[in-house]
């Protein structure tokens, strides 16, 4: 069952696609990740987290909130797939992009303990793919600032935890955002492209 769920190679990563060397010290001080108790030792190859994020602003026809869909894969087997409809109604995509990215942020603290636990190393940061330019700079450049104050919270979540380096944020186009297939209506032959890497044809 193991070789049909997990592929051990690593998935290349273009590390120019993201933010580096920020110095988050003057926003959240020498903040880090803070591993569990009693962690074994780790053990092996390292593995890659990478997420895929993305949200159907107001898709809700009757109450207007938002669908929130995330992938999370550990190397090249997909771990996680989490499509559900937002809790509060967001007045911008702005807002129910910056929803979905702190439940990908809460999911991605839970995946590296568990692999931790497990003795598993992890490869760096986990990689989070989103197509919102705007979600992207403000989680990636310490000297972006917040303009609407009712998505603070999120807002600062999930910079502390790319200032710890739990996470980065990198811009994903979004004719190949595999996360599409998990906020919106597609065409099976769109939603086929995009989860031919996932899904395959019986």
């Known amino acids: 069952m193991k070789r049909l769920v997990f592929d051990p190679k690593m998935p290349e990563c273009d590390d120019n696609a993201f933010v580096l060397n920020a110095d988050w010290t003057e926003f959240y ?34 109450t ?25 109604v967001e007045s ?42 705007g979600v992207v700079s403000n ?3 310490p000297e972006s600032t917040l303009s609407k104050k009712h998505n603070s919270i999120n807002y600062h979540v999930i910079r502390e935890a790319v200032a710890a380096g739990i996470m980065r944020v ?13 906020t919106k209506l597609l065409p099976y032959s769109k939603k086929h492209e995009l989860m031919q890497s996932v899904l395959w044809d019986r």
């Open 64 to 88: 207007r909130r938002s669908h929130s869909g995330i992938f999370i894969f550990v190397n090249n087997a997909m771990i996680k797939c989490f499509s559900k409809k937002q809790n509060t």
């Open 139 to 141: 989680t990636s450049l």
């Open 92 to 133: 911008s995509t702005y807002g129910s992009e910056m929803v979905t990215m702190r439940i990908s942020r809460d999911f991605i603290v839970e995946m590296r303990i568990k692999l931790k636990m497990f003795g598993c190393p992890i490869h760096g940061a986990a990689n989070v793919y989103c197509d919102n330019k």
């Open 29 to 62: 001080g020498d903040v880090t990740e803070e591993d569990p108790p009693d962690m074994p030792e780790p053990l092996g190859n390292p593995v890659q987290i990478n997420v895929f994020v993305d949200a159907d602003h107001a898709g809700n026809v009757v």
């Open 170 to 182: 990198a811009k994903e186009n979004t004719l190949t955002n595999l996360a599409d297939a998990l």
